[in-house]
């Protein structure tokens, strides 16, 4: 028997998705294709279990409460599109494994980033989906800005969370006068204290959602 990550039980008790793994599962009774693959696969599978302790270990540490949790929810939402090959069909193959490998060795990187940043946020008490949050961290001698939330349901196929449109995206910190600029924020300033996050303009995330100027206070 391998035992399933943590973080698939959680997620699933708090989502209400239609697919769930439990915290551990007996692989004789393995019906969905991920699942399959896990299975049968030792070096995802313990990889996959490293991602639910780091996820519960961030969680339950993390300053911005509700964020890690959410963030989870959409990786757990998107994790079975690592089997689709190039037409959009869902196959366990070396390629496909090794693609749910790197997927989840990089949500691992990721949450692990989360610890090392500076967190910034407009929302009032627990983060939800519609809130944001600014993440800025060191990495060498580089500095790099994530945006995360302000959420929005897709206008023509409407669904709940984490379904719809959602700013997230990081990008290296570029000096610039003011402040500093990214690639990926056309001339918006973005100044970083101590307290507050300033952006000097509208950054546009999709047609149907962005980040408003302002200040964004510091969590942590």
């Not at 599962?25 to 490293?50: G, H, V």
């Not at 963030?71 to 994790?79: E, K, L, M, P, V």
């Not at 944001?132 to 959420?151: E, M, R, T």
Request: proline share 5%; charged share 20%.
């Amino acid at each position: 028997m391998f035992h399933r990550a943590l973080v698939c039980a959680v997620a699933i008790l708090w989502t209400g998705m239609s697919y769930s793994f439990a915290a551990s599962f007996d692989c004789a009774k393995a019906k969905r294709p991920l699942e399959k693959l896990i299975c049968s696969n030792p070096q995802l599978n313990s990889a996959d279990e490293q991602m639910g302790i780091t996820f519960k270990e961030i969680n339950a540490s993390f300053p911005l409460k509700g964020f890690a949790l959410l963030t989870q929810r959409r990786f757990i939402a998107d994790y079975p599109t690592c089997m689709l090959d190039g037409n959009g069909k869902t196959v366990a193959t070396t390629a496909t494994a090794n693609a749910c490998l790197q997927m989840v060795q990089s949500r691992i990187n990721e949450l692990r980033q989360y610890a090392q940043s500076r967190v910034y946020s407009n929302a009032n008490g627990k983060f939800t989906q519609d809130d944001l949050a600014i993440l800025v961290s060191n990495s060498g001698a580089k500095s790099q800005i994530k945006f995360w939330g302000n959420w929005m349901p897709d206008a023509y196929r409407p669904a709940p969370f984490p379904d719809g449109r959602l700013c997230d995206f990081e990008a290296d910190l570029i000096p610039a006068k003011g402040g500093f600029k990214t690639d990926q924020t056309d001339d918006v300033i973005i100044s970083i204290s101590d307290t507050a996050v300033q952006l000097s303009g509208f950054i546009s995330c999709s047609p149907r959602t962005g980040i408003a100027d302002g200040a964004y206070k510091r969590i942590k």
